[in-house]
């Protein structure tokens, strides 16, 4: 079993500032802590100095008491070992503001201690050992690796996943049956629903959204129009005389916003929502947008349809309600994120960055440019307009106008030989050229770190 070493703060205001602060070290788990190190953070070039618990003690559920010099409103990192080895680190605390000081030690996916404090930064061990410090971040991570494992644990899998109908479609005329765009399960439509929650919560979103049965027939007329006319993806398929005017025209209301997803042995609303955010261009529309309609700040009810070899995700109005604070959509998102959704090899699927536009002016690909860093290695690799034309294993950078939600989406990825999103290779994203509303120059920086999520 994996062992990470997870740290939290429990906010307990002090209300004064002696010279000399005693802590109280308390342990919430099983595993031992066995080091803690104490340093200013200012000038901290990555030596931790003296452990403050004595050598060779381990402290258990008691805790343990260590005294230093903590000064008022100064910032400060502290480091954590445990009995294995493990260690976790919180950066920048002003920790004249925590007072006890507590820490969890323990195997993952085996507790209910979660970090609450993801603003100040924080590590967990690297396989690599790759360290990194998101506190100066634009957009700090959103969940740790625990709690993305025990949500993704939840869902279900497209190996257990079928589309099941309450009716089936009728394609055919024969022995007086009438073409019939048929009923999808309500249990396919769950299977659905919570992998589009799933994706926003990575991304940081509200995960609240849900289907509406009107939803759900516009996107069943908009799949079984297009099983029939059977001209690929297209949002305007043809109308053959058979077809109802009431048909049509409840298709081509779902194909209004909506997704396509074509072939790939489709058989569940979980396998189409994976192409979908994944771009995954041999399988649905070739044209922006699938993941950014998904990941719409505004998203309002939606609708799936599964008819034959064609699945559609139908949007209704944006939610008037809706509230965006971050300063963009990321994907993948920064902090944790899991390597199975986004490929590397061949063709590749591309990151994408949706900017805020309450924070920035919609970007200008003349302007704009992309560094990645691979810590591991430190290699750079910098994407702008000169990589806008798209080859099979290439690199790509582009701007789109024409998506879901906020009206751009910055779209790159690096040569497929350089993608490596291995468990625990970590890239810096770091996005110069970029305006902010009030025109002047801005950059955009964040980090992921890709780990096994099977």
């Given at each position: 079993?994996e062992?990470?070493?997870?740290?939290?703060l429990?906010?307990?205001?002090?209300?004064?500032?002696?010279?000399?602060?005693?802590f109280?070290?308390?342990?919430?788990s099983?595993?031992?802590?066995?080091?803690?190190?104490i340093v200013?953070?200012?000038?901290f070039?990555?030596?931790w100095?003296k452990n403050?618990?004595?050598?060779n003690v381990?402290?258990?559920?008691?805790g343990a008491?260590?005294?230093?010099?903590?000064?008022?409103?100064?910032l400060?990192h502290?480091?954590?070992?445990?009995?294995f080895g493990?260690w976790?680190?919180?950066?920048s605390?002003e920790l004249?503001?925590?007072?006890?000081?507590k820490?969890?030690c323990h195997a993952?996916?085996?507790?209910?201690?979660?970090p609450?404090?993801?603003g100040?930064?924080?590590?967990e061990k690297?396989?690599?050992?790759i360290t990194y410090?998101t506190?100066?971040?634009?957009i700090?991570?959103?969940?740790?690796?625990?709690?993305?494992?025990?949500y993704y644990?939840k869902?279900?899998?497209?190996a257990?996943t079928?589309t099941?109908f309450?009716?089936?479609?009728?394609?055919?005329m024969?022995?007086?049956y009438?073409?019939?765009?048929g009923?999808v399960?309500k249990?396919?439509f769950?299977?659905?629903?919570?992998?589009?929650n799933?994706?926003?919560?990575l991304a940081?979103?509200?995960?609240?959204?849900?289907?509406?049965?009107y939803?759900?027939?516009?996107?069943?007329?908009a799949?079984?129009?297009?099983?029939?006319?059977?001209s690929?993806?297209?949002?305007?398929?043809?109308?053959?005389?058979?077809?109802?005017?009431?048909?049509?025209?409840?298709a081509?209301q779902?194909?209004?916003h909506?997704?396509?997803a074509?072939?790939c042995?489709l058989?569940?609303?979980?396998?189409?929502?994976r192409?979908?955010?994944?771009?995954y261009?041999?399988?649905?529309s070739?044209?922006?947008g699938?993941?950014?309609?998904?990941?719409?700040?505004?998203l309002?009810k939606v609708?799936?349809g599964?008819?034959?070899?064609f699945s559609?995700l139908?949007f209704g109005?944006p939610?008037?309600?809706?509230?965006?604070?971050q300063?963009?959509?990321?994907?993948?998102?920064?902090g944790?994120f899991p390597?199975?959704?986004?490929?590397?090899?061949k063709?590749?699927e591309p990151?994408?960055?949706?900017?805020?536009?309450?924070?920035?002016?919609?970007p200008?690909?003349n302007?704009?440019?992309?560094?990645?860093?691979?810590?591991?290695d430190?290699?750079?690799?910098?994407?702008?307009k000169s990589?806008?034309?798209a080859?099979?294993y290439?690199?790509?950078?582009?701007i789109k106008?024409n998506?879901g939600?906020?009206?751009?989406?910055?779209?790159?990825?690096?040569?497929?030989?350089?993608?490596?999103?291995?468990?625990?290779q970590?890239?810096?994203?770091?996005?110069?050229?970029?305006?902010d509303?009030?025109?002047?120059?801005?950059?955009l920086t964040?980090?992921?770190?890709f780990?096994?999520?099977?």
């Amino acid at each position: 079993m994996e062992k990470v070493l997870l740290v939290f703060l429990m906010a307990i205001p002090a209300l004064v500032f002696p010279k000399t602060v005693p802590f109280k070290l308390v342990n919430n788990s099983k595993w031992g802590v066995q080091e803690l190190y104490i340093v200013p953070a200012k000038g901290f070039k990555g030596k931790w100095g003296k452990n403050l618990i004595t050598p060779n003690v381990v402290y258990g559920w008691d805790g343990a008491t260590v005294k230093y010099n903590i000064k008022s409103g100064t910032l400060y990192h502290v480091k954590f070992v445990d009995f294995f080895g493990l260690w976790g680190t919180v950066e920048s605390v002003e920790l004249g503001k925590y007072n006890p000081l507590k820490v969890a030690c323990h195997a993952a996916y085996n507790t209910n201690y979660i970090p609450k404090n993801p603003g100040l930064g924080y590590f967990e061990k690297n396989p690599w050992g790759i360290t990194y410090d998101t506190s100066k971040d634009t957009i700090k991570p959103f969940h740790t690796k625990l709690e993305i494992y025990n949500y993704y644990q939840k869902l279900p899998k497209r190996a257990e996943t079928t589309t099941h109908f309450d009716k089936q479609p009728e394609l055919y005329m024969e022995g007086g049956y009438n073409l019939n765009a048929g009923k999808v399960a309500k249990e396919s439509f769950d299977d659905g629903i919570v992998w589009v929650n799933y994706y926003r919560w990575l991304a940081g979103l509200n995960s609240d959204i849900q289907y509406s049965d009107y939803m759900n027939n516009l996107a069943q007329h908009a799949a079984f129009i297009l099983q029939y006319d059977n001209s690929g993806v297209t949002s305007m398929p043809k109308k053959a005389p058979e077809v109802t005017d009431k048909q049509y025209e409840l298709a081509m209301q779902g194909l209004k916003h909506a997704n396509i997803a074509y072939g790939c042995s489709l058989e569940d609303f979980v396998t189409s929502m994976r192409w979908w955010i994944g771009y995954y261009r041999s399988c649905s529309s070739e044209t922006a947008g699938d993941r950014e309609s998904i990941l719409s700040p505004c998203l309002g009810k939606v609708g799936f349809g599964m008819v034959g070899s064609f699945s559609v995700l139908s949007f209704g109005e944006p939610d008037p309600n809706a509230k965006f604070e971050q300063k963009a959509v990321c994907f993948p998102a920064p902090g944790y994120f899991p390597h199975e959704f986004l490929i590397g090899y061949k063709e590749g699927e591309p990151w994408t960055v949706t900017v805020n536009p309450k924070y920035y002016k919609t970007p200008d690909i003349n302007q704009v440019s992309v560094k990645l860093t691979r810590l591991y290695d430190n290699t750079v690799i910098v994407l702008d307009k000169s990589h806008k034309k798209a080859s099979t294993y290439g690199p790509y950078f582009n701007i789109k106008y024409n998506v879901g939600g906020m009206p751009n989406s910055i779209m790159f990825r690096p040569d497929y030989l350089q993608a490596n999103y291995a468990d625990g290779q970590v890239y810096r994203v770091e996005i110069s050229g970029l305006e902010d509303i009030a025109g002047k120059p801005a950059v955009l920086t964040y980090t992921v770190e890709f780990f096994n999520l099977d």
